[in-house]
């Protein structure tokens, strides 16, 4: 025993508003973090009257900027005369969908036509164009090459009558589960250590101006300091620099763009900002920008220094702790590329 849908007298356009409507209703409780629930849609030319797809999926990150869906696809294709009106279900793979900017996409279907019940699939694989106008949502623009695959022998040995064609789709992805922003509530970083030359006795300078402007200086890049560390635990996303995710010099850029400091966006033009600090971690204070180079030809990634030899900063694995003085493989890597430090607040 088994069930049957009816879908014969279903009409296709109240599919895609099902879709819709389920996209909007998915609860935020079933998707972890670094997540989305995402409604597509579009034509697909394949050289007859274009057929349109629905897909409503869920997409989860694997790591950095990769994320696979998993879903429900529904290709409406009744306006031909060989109707292959199908639903079924879809599973994709992404470069930098959440965006914004360019990503790669590929999709793999496979669904029962309404008409006969047999199995049919298709392939596809394009590029697309995301925009994020807020850390929830993510609007994107794709073109796909789409074939299909009544014999379900993949895309390598396709039947000549297996239609072929390019797919123009939207798409809308709700956010769910990411770091939410927190109230800036400035936390004290650790003190720095003192240096082996440093002595105990008062600065030269110990006018009652020069003492407040050091103060105010101090005490806004622990500030600094405070906002990046709580960012510990975010996940690492290609030209992310809000709480969905950051890349190594959108944490600085954020961590310093919340107490009004603007800096630039590239890791390579943030480590010419400032005054330059020796590469050596007795000179170095907290807020203290690091310049690492990863794979020649100049400083490729940042950090920011918190203190006690450690600096954060954000990798492949997210936002996390790294040390200039221990002597695991992590820290003793990171040492090894350390090249430059940066002092933006005197």
Known sequence: ???????????????????????????????????????????????????????????????????????????????????????GAVVSLAV?????????????????????????AFWALGLGYSLRPAT????????????????????WQLDPTDRRGVQLQGRVAL????????????????????SATST???????????????????????????????????????GGSDANGYDCSGLIQYAYGEHGILLPRRSRDQARTGDLVDPDVVALQPGDILGFTTGGGGISHVGLYVGHGDFIHSTSGGVKISSLTSDDPDSRWWQERWVNARRVLP
């Open 96 to 120: 930098n969908r959440a965006g914004p900017g360019p990503y790669v996409r590929g999709a793999w279907g496979l669904g029962l036509r309404h008409t006969d019940r047999d199995p049919d």
């Open 175 to 194: 956010a769910f589960g990411g770091q939410p922003r927190r109230a800036r509530t400035p936390r004290r970083a650790p003190a720095r250590r003192p």
């Open 1 to 87: 025993m088994f069930l049957r849908l009816d879908l014969d007298n279903v009409s296709p356009r109240i599919v895609g508003l099902i879709v819709v409507a389920a996209a909007l209703a998915a609860p935020r409780t079933l998707v972890a973090q670094g997540s989305a629930v995402e409604f597509a849609s579009g034509p697909w030319w394949y050289g007859e009257s274009p057929a349109f797809s629905y897909t409503l999926a869920y997409h989860q990150r694997i790591a950095g900027p990769v994320d696979y869906g998993l879903g429900f696809a529904h290709l409406d294709d009744a306006s031909t005369v060989d109707d292959r009106t199908q639903t």
């Open 200 to 238: 105990s006795g008062p600065s030269d300078d110990t006018s009652p101006a020069a003492t407040t402007a050091t103060t105010a200086a101090n005490e806004l890049t622990l500030d600094v300091v405070a906002t990046a560390l709580e960012a510990m635990g975010a996940p690492y996303r290609w």
């Open 136 to 155: 929830f949502l993510s609007l994107g623009l794709e073109a796909l090459y789409r074939v299909e695959d009544q014999s379900l022998g993949g895309f």
